[in-house]
């Protein structure tokens, strides 16, 4: 330990800390304790050693002063201009950090803040006191050769600096190879960062480099390790005659599974009967996961490390393996499997009278696609139906049961956006051959229905025997940002009722069912699901907003969600008496980070979902520059027009392609004003485009307005 050094970081502590110290910048340090000129780099040194410990901080005029408190710690996430936001848990909105405040951090680091007296209407500002930790430890990018050494350009755009990579430490990498860089160092205001490349993916032109380069990137494991493909041989293909003892036999029950074509982990069955009292008995039977993966096995930790199945463009990237997934724990046609029951007496208002959980053995009769009961219900279809003529009557109950399910929840409030989703077509080498919106039908609906009615059951339950549990909860949404809604549709006429700062869901489902099939629908929707929160996984049930219910879980999918999986070993050690005090504590010690885990998961999952989305999206439109769209402008910035097309392709019309005026931002009424003309661009308006170029590598899609466009 260099004893100089630390003496002089005592001595700045002992100033700062004194009662007559009065906050001075560093220059005045320097004069004030008459530091030489050739000390004044060390003393740069201590300083930043001091802001980096915690024990001194720089206040909003960037003067020295001993911390205040408890700081904020959160994670930097940067933006390539320098500036940053830091996202700290318990806050509703991130910190924006000036580019001067950031104090070298890096994408992803841990660091602790200290809040800056924002100005009145202003967003929340704050400055980096402390680097706690590197959060990003590798990076995937484009390799790029220079002379005697390399650098690595980083996919993720939020990364500002590209990467040197001395010679010796390219593995070989060649111009245009995408790679993993491991970052060696974090770099600071005069030095780029440093790294070594780890592995080369292919070039970037191969084919499925770049879905694998984004997969790397959002660290998602791939394969297996050897003790969980270990275990996972030793699970049995058919269901023993021990594991059906004790459970309830519904195999001769009439049942189905209904899912898209593709699908082959089929994790809920759903069955329906009327009886003479007119009462439907409703049977939601997921897959018995929990049978098969033991809490605390090697498959446990592997599925609770990954969180969830991730659904790439062109390939499921599994929670658990295929032997698994699409095997035993999958519920196909006409085999025995385990299952979790939840068996529902429901009466003519979608009102659950009575329930029951139960541990089941099962026998799918049919495996049904979506396409399949949609003809039968939707299109009449006669071949369809004669197909499955003993099924018919059961999917016509369905569809009756369903509808009112669905009626009694809208009566309730339940909030339902129907935003079109895109299915994106690849060939054999993943290039796309269409992209054409994935709609919802009577199936997909019906399905849903039945789902919810089934979790919302199950959390009711635990809820009531007040155990502990994992719960899906979606906060209230910032009363901030509904105020500012309410203000915006004023101008359209319609109205809501606040109660004091807070909004009740069925407010927001009228304010939709009122500008459904009008103008400004597009608009105000797209403004109102901004204003809500994320929905997430917590062991507190504070309720579901946005499904207007008090208790609310995940328990339909435990092949690919790992809360799912989770209470379903709570279901079955309670079904069977086994919860102890002992189990008790154990679970309330353990669900707090399985559920902060799982939501975190859950977001890099949709992540890395959407980038692998706008990546294909940007290859489709490199074969479609120069055509022209009519499209829906989806967001408005001061830098132009985010105009989204029908195949759900969304692009930037940049603010310099409006020529003739100066075009201004106006933030309340969300839209772009010219200022001599008053030619205005509002969020949800119709607008012609013309494909002007695509960046495969940023994954973005520019527009201007089409040559024969006046306006």
């Not at 924002?118 to 990076?139: C, D, F, N, S, T």
């Not at 350009?153 to 070989?172: H, L, Q, T, Y």
């Not at 009626?407 to 051959?433: N, Q, T, V, Y």
Request: hydrophobic share 35%; net charge negative; charged share 30%.
């Amino acid at each position: 330990m260099d004893t100089q050094f630390e003496k002089r970081k005592n001595l700045i502590c002992e100033l700062i800390a004194d009662e007559s110290y009065v906050p001075m910048k560093e220059k005045e340090l320097v004069a004030f304790m008459q530091v030489a000129k050739e000390d004044r780099a060390a003393f740069q040194g201590v300083l930043r050693a001091l802001l980096s410990e915690g024990r001194i901080e720089l206040n909003r005029q960037g003067r020295y002063v001993k911390p205040d408190g408890e700081r904020p710690v959160g994670t930097f996430i940067s933006h390539a201009k320098g500036f940053g936001f830091v996202e700290v848990e318990g806050f509703s909105e991130d910190f924006y950090i000036p580019a001067d405040r950031t104090m070298g951090a890096f994408y992803m680091d841990r660091v602790q803040i200290m809040p800056l007296t924002g100005e009145g209407g202003k967003r929340r500002e704050a400055a980096v006191v402390r680097i706690l930790e590197h959060g990003l430890k590798q990076i995937v990018g484009t390799y790029e050769q220079s002379q005697n050494f390399g650098f690595v350009i980083p996919d993720n755009s939020k990364i500002g600096a590209d990467v040197f990579v001395p010679a010796e430490r390219s593995k070989g990498a060649v111009t245009g190879a995408k790679v993993v860089v491991e970052l060696t160092s974090y770099g600071d205001e005069t030095h780029k960062p440093e790294g070594r490349v780890v592995e080369i993916l292919g070039h970037m032109n191969d084919p499925g480099v770049d879905i694998m380069s984004i997969v790397r990137g959002y660290g998602l494991p791939m394969e297996f390790g050897e003790k969980v493909m270990n275990q996972t041989g030793r699970v049995p293909e058919q269901v023993s005659e021990a594991d059906r003892a004790g459970r309830r036999d519904l195999r001769e029950l009439q049942m189905v599974t209904i899912d898209g074509e593709d699908a082959k982990d089929l994790d809920d069955a759903v069955s329906l009967y009327r009886d003479e009292e007119g009462l439907y008995h409703l049977g939601v039977h997921i897959a018995d996961v929990t049978n098969y993966v033991q809490e605390n096995s090697a498959l446990d930790w592997e599925a609770l490390e990954r969180g969830t199945s991730v659904y790439l463009v062109d390939r499921v990237i599994p929670m658990l393996p295929h032997r698994l997934s699409n095997g035993i724990c999958s519920l196909n046609q006409g085999v025995d499997r385990l299952a979790l029951s939840c068996l529902m007496t429901i009466g003519s208002g979608g009102e659950v009278k009575d329930y029951e959980i139960v541990e089941t053995v099962i026998c799918v009769n049919r495996r049904m696609t979506y396409t399949s009961v949609k003809k039968i219900l939707e299109d009449h279809d006669e071949g369809e139906r004669r197909e499955y003529e003993p099924l018919v009557p059961m999917f016509e109950q369905m569809e009756e049961l369903a509808a009112i399910l669905r009626k009694r929840r809208h009566k309730r409030g339940s909030i339902d956006f129907d935003f079109a989703e895109s299915k994106i077509i690849l060939d054999k080498d993943g290039h796309p051959l269409e992209i054409r919106p994935y709609e919802r039908n009577v199936a997909t609906r019906m399905i849903e229905d039945f789902m919810l009615a089934a979790n919302e059951t199950v959390a009711q339950h635990f809820f009531w025997m007040e155990l502990p549990f994992v719960y899906r909860t979606h906060e209230k949404p910032d009363p901030d940002k509904i105020k500012k809604l309410a203000t915006f549709i004023r101008n359209f006429g319609y109205r809501m009722k606040l109660s004091g700062e807070e909004i009740h869901p069925k407010e927001i489902q009228k304010l939709l069912d009122r500008i459904a099939d009008t103008k400004e629908e597009m608009m105000i929707s797209r403004l109102t699901l901004r204003s809500m929160k994320q929905a997430k996984y917590t062991v507190e049930c504070t309720g579901h907003f946005g499904l207007a219910c008090q208790q609310y879980c995940h328990f339909t999918s435990p092949i690919r969600r790992y809360p799912d999986l989770q209470i379903h070993r709570i279901i079955k050690e309670q079904l069977r008496g086994k919860l102890s005090e002992e189990r008790i504590r154990h679970y309330e010690d353990r669900l707090p980070e399985v559920a902060k885990h799982a939501s975190k998961m859950e977001r890099r999952a949709a992540e890395a979902e959407r980038e692998t989305d706008k990546l294909k999206k940007a290859e489709y439109m490199e074969d479609h520059v120069g055509e022209v769209y009519e499209g829906v402008i989806s967001g408005v910035t001061q830098w132009g027009l985010y105009v989204e097309l029908p195949n759900t392709v969304e692009g930037l019309l940049h603010v310099s392609a409006l020529a003739g005026d100066y075009f201004y931002c106006d933030e309340d009424a969300c839209e772009l004003v010219g200022r001599e003309s008053g030619v205005s661009y509002k969020l949800g308006q119709r607008m012609n485009v013309q494909v002007k170029g695509v960046d495969r590598q940023a994954r973005t899609v520019d527009f201007m307005l089409p040559e024969t466009d006046e306006s």
